[in-house]
């Protein structure tokens, strides 16, 4: 039973890869960066809006994944270095959209290196996270594991190559292997749909704070999302 929540990574994971390849540029001198071709209007525009709502929607994912592991039982120093690796990602995102690479190079470098770099570290930490308790049950699907490991592993391979083709340099076959990092980390967090299938749905608690009056019944409120 597939609920709600695993609508949210599915349509990220679908409307990121869909519109960044909506984003077009002349490719007459050469295959080019992704951050080439959102520099420009109209192109821009769809760029930053693009990556800042595919930036909230990852950053909402990563929250569930760690109220997920949460009531699983993982942790919390090690769920909370997830879940902040996970959202350096997401602010990463939004960096590399709001300061385009023609206007602010140097922000949009870090914004760049939070989004792959960081991408790619929060789904190592997670396989790392299930090789630990392999021996307890596992959410999601047992094929989840396997395949996830495959395309970290073809990430962190394209993300070295990359590097080393930049400073070769051979600029095209470099930008094509962000291409591809880029669509490696969108399935990533698609793969999350099947993690959030055995999710009913997630409910916002709020709590008084300690110095506060106490407040009339109920003690608290929750909200069903």
């Given amino acids: 039973m597939w609920g709600y929540l695993s609508v949210l990574p599915a349509f990220l994971a679908f409307s990121a890869i869909t519109g960044v390849w909506s984003v077009s540029v002349n490719l007459t001198e050469g295959f080019p960066y992704i951050s080439l071709c959102g520099s420009y209007p109209p192109q821009s525009c769809i760029f930053s809006q693009l990556l800042n709502m595919g930036a909230a929607m990852a950053a909402w994912i ?111 076959a470099s930008a094509a292997c962000e291409w591809a990092i880029a669509m490696l980390l969108f399935a990533l967090f698609g793969l999350f749909a099947a993690d959030f299938s055995c999710l009913d749905g997630c409910t916002l608690h709020l709590q008084p704070g300690r110095l506060s009056s106490p407040p009339a019944s109920p003690t608290s409120l929750q909200i069903h999302l």
């Fill in 62 to 172: 990563c929250i569930i994944r760690y109220h997920q592991l949460r009531d699983w039982g993982v942790g919390k120093w090690f769920n909370r270095l997830i879940l902040w690796t996970g959202l350096l990602c997401a602010l990463g995102t939004s960096v590399v959209g709001n300061f385009q690479q023609k206007n602010q190079l140097h922000m949009h470098l870090v914004g760049a290196f939070f989004a792959l770099f960081m991408g790619n570290s929060y789904f190592w930490l997670q396989l790392i996270l299930v090789w630990c308790t392999r021996r307890l049950p596992q959410p999601g699907a047992p094929w989840v594991g396997p395949l996830r490991l495959g395309l970290c592993s073809l990430c962190t391979i394209l993300l070295v190559t990359m590097m080393i083709l930049h400073f070769w340099p051979l600029r095209s």
